[in-house]
């Protein structure tokens, strides 16, 4: 028996690295997933490899930047599933633009896609979760620290732990929780790896090097820990799952 089982997950950005591993990890964890994503055929294709394996899945799409898009999302996991108990908003988009060569339409993407679709994500799912459910939010270690050559990206990831912090107190009293990852570098199409890796046993997940590169899987396990009622104690925060490249960032002269 699942540590999800019976309960209903929603995933956004489904299609593609991190959404990938987490919609794929929720639905052997007894979870009924909901992937949503502006890649439509990508989502279904994930939603289609969880029923052939006896799971329960359906597939929308999602642009996170549009209010109408997050409502239907919601409208569709409540009429396919009648409730839902996590939200993982993980769909977001990157931009390495130096400070001073970033135009005002690099910072409005990143600010509307990772920042205001966040807000709309949370204010959409917020309402419609269970008593007891969770919401987790991708944000990034850039949004704990200065990144030059992608600061709009940087500056709408600070903007998502705002969220995160202000939407816990908001909705802690109907005992719900929202929580940021702020990953470090991730094998995803950001780093250019466009292959997804399979996934593994939890327990036989490689431990990647001090300040190394992390499989998506590794984001996605954090994930469902901060969805479930075992990280009950766990509210507002931002979980730095980076290992160890802050603590060796700025690196050290050769």
């Not at 490249?245 to 690196?251: G, Q």
Request: hydrophobic share 50%; with cysteine; charged share 15%.
């Amino acid at each position: 028996m699942g540590m999800f089982a019976g309960k209903v997950a929603l995933v956004t950005g489904g299609a593609s690295g991190i959404g990938v591993a987490a919609a794929l990890r929720f639905a052997e964890e007894g979870a009924a997933v909901v992937i949503a994503d502006l890649n439509e055929v990508g989502a279904e294709t994930i939603a289609a490899e969880i029923r052939a394996k006896g799971g329960r899945a359906c597939a929308v799409r999602c642009d996170v930047a549009s209010e109408a898009d997050n409502a239907a999302m919601v409208a569709l996991a409540k009429s396919e599933y009648g409730r839902i108990d996590a939200a993982f908003l993980n769909a977001g988009a990157y931009a390495q633009t130096g400070f001073a060569e970033a135009d005002a339409a690099t910072f409005d993407t990143m600010v509307a896609i990772n920042l205001k679709g966040a807000w709309m994500g949370l204010q959409a799912v917020l309402p419609a979760l269970e008593p007891g459910g969770a919401a987790v939010v991708t944000a990034s270690t850039s949004g704990v620290t200065g990144l030059a050559v992608a600061a709009a990206y940087s500056a709408a990831k600070h903007g998502v732990i705002g969220l995160v912090r202000s939407s816990s107190q908001a909705f802690a009293a109907r005992g719900l929780r929202v929580n940021a990852i702020c990953p470090g570098p991730v094998a995803t199409a950001i780093l250019g790896v466009t292959e997804q890796p399979p996934l593994q046993v939890p327990d036989a997940l490689e431990v990647p090097g001090y300040a190394g590169t992390m499989q998506p899987q590794h984001i996605a396990e954090i994930a469902l820990f901060l969805a479930s009622p075992r990280s009950g104690a766990i509210n507002g925060q931002e979980i730095i799952a980076d290992a160890g490249f802050l603590a060796s960032y700025p690196p050290m002269p050769q």
